[in-house]
């Protein structure tokens, strides 16, 4: 019988299947194991925060979900659809899946609408006036409509991150990925990117994010997940791990992050 803190947690009603469904994740590079069996399961609507110290999988396991990387075995669905890892397919995970990474990834000769536009014209072929406005609704969402004709090196750190939310939310995806995505930031920068998420959880956007933001965290999540050497080690709510945590994996991790 799998140890309570280890074993998958539902919180969407039994008989509604989870938006993500991940068994067995296994992912090695070369002789190293960075995700040793993950069993995790994400419902419609719920904010999970993975926590765990470098090094741990967390963002291996998010580039997974998104097909980024590709898994050695296991299983992983979306929305109702198996990861495959063909062209076509990936494609149509993609526009299920939204992700926001450490560092903007903005195209620095594209301006901030033409950031946003471009994948749901291109990418999913929709009409071109239509997604600018959408566009337009989205850069107003995150505060930036204003610069909407700026070059990205214009901006700071904080509004090319918001800028790169607006960009994957453009594509209408079920869920939101978010590696570290205030990692790169100056500190007085940090809280207008957390703003942005904080809406999104309250706009009932399904969202995974790895982040060293305790505070984030305890107030945002649903569900806490933290994870040592490519499993994961506890979970639950936010107080219930980051209050009283149950594994001496828990317990060690946020001593280190307390004496920081």
């Known amino acids: 019988m799998p140890h309570p803190d280890t074993a998958p947690q539902d919180t969407a009603p039994q008989d509604v299947p989870p ?8 992912k090695s590079f070369g002789a190293h194991t960075v995700l040793d069996g993950v069993d995790l399961d994400i419902g419609t609507g719920e904010v999970v925060v993975l926590i765990g110290a470098s090094g741990a999988g967390k963002s291996t396991l998010l580039r997974c979900v998104n097909g980024l990387e590709r898994i050695d075995s296991g299983e992983i669905v979306i929305d109702g659809r198996e990861l495959r890892y063909d062209e076509k397919s990936l494609n149509l995970m993609r526009r299920r899946v939204g992700m926001v990474f450490q560092h903007f990834n903005l195209w620095p000769h594209k301006s901030v609408l033409d950031n946003v536009t471009t ?10 006036r239509q997604v600018r406005d959408v566009a337009l609704e989205l850069l107003d969402q995150v505060g930036l409509k204003r610069f909407a004709d700026r070059y990205p090196m214009s901006l700071s750190g904080g509004q090319q991150q918001r800028v790169a939310i607006a960009r994957a939310l453009a594509m209408r995806p079920k869920v939101m990925l978010f590696d570290e995505p205030t990692s790169a930031l100056d500190p007085e920068l940090v809280g207008e990117v957390l703003a942005v998420m904080r809406d999104l959880a309250d706009s009932g956007m399904t969202m995974v994010a790895v982040t060293h933001e305790m505070r984030f965290a305890r107030s945002v999540a649903d569900r806490v997940v933290l994870m040592a050497d490519g499993k994961i080690a506890e979970q639950g709510p936010p107080t219930a791990v980051l209050d009283n945590p149950r594994s001496e994996r828990g317990r060690a991790f946020l001593r280190q992050v307390e004496s920081v």
């Open 119 to 128: 994948a749901p014209v291109k990418v999913a072929g929709r009409d071109p």
């Open 19 to 26: 938006l993500v469904r991940m068994r067995d994740i296994r």
